[in-house]
Nanobody
Framework: QVQLVESGGGSVQAGGSLRLSCAAS????????MGWFRQAPGKEREFVAA????????YYADSTKGRFTISRDNAKNTVYLQMNSLKPEDTAVYYC???????????????WGQGTQVTVSS
């Protein structure tokens, strides 16, 4: 079992930046592809970004518009989401997830974190 804990959320003004972190338990973190999702109230969960176990491959949803960057530090069992030029429509609960492969992140994650709130004011 893998436990994921997100942190770094908060309230910022439009145009600001945040870096989310997702810390994973266990000693096999590098074998998992990781991803970020978000969900606003009353809306379905939306895929944001994914990264392969080695960090060599990444994939982003079109909605990021080049503003978000996913990265990972396997020595720290942590995946990050750098969010720049934040907009009010980015307001959501952000979740990290683990999957067996990067192609499975969006469709069949194995584990989920509890989420961290990101609020962007205009």
């Amino acid at each position: 079992q893998v436990q994921l804990v997100e942190s770094g959320g908060g309230s910022v003004q439009a145009g600001g930046s945040l870096r989310l972190s997702c810390a994973a338990s266990g000693r096999t973190f590098s074998m998992y592809a990781m991803g970020w999702f978000r969900q606003a109230p009353g809306k379905e969960r939306e895929f944001v970004a994914a990264i392969s176990g080695s960090g060599g491959n990444t994939y982003y949803a079109d909605s990021t518009k080049g503003r978000f960057t996913i990265s990972r530090d396997n020595a720290k069992n942590t995946v990050y989401l750098q969010m720049n030029s934040l907009k009010p429509e980015d307001t959501a609960v952000y979740y990290c997830a683990a999957a067996a492969d990067i192609i499975l992140v969006s469709a069949r994650p194995l584990y989920w974190g509890q989420g961290t709130q990101v609020t962007v004011s205009s």
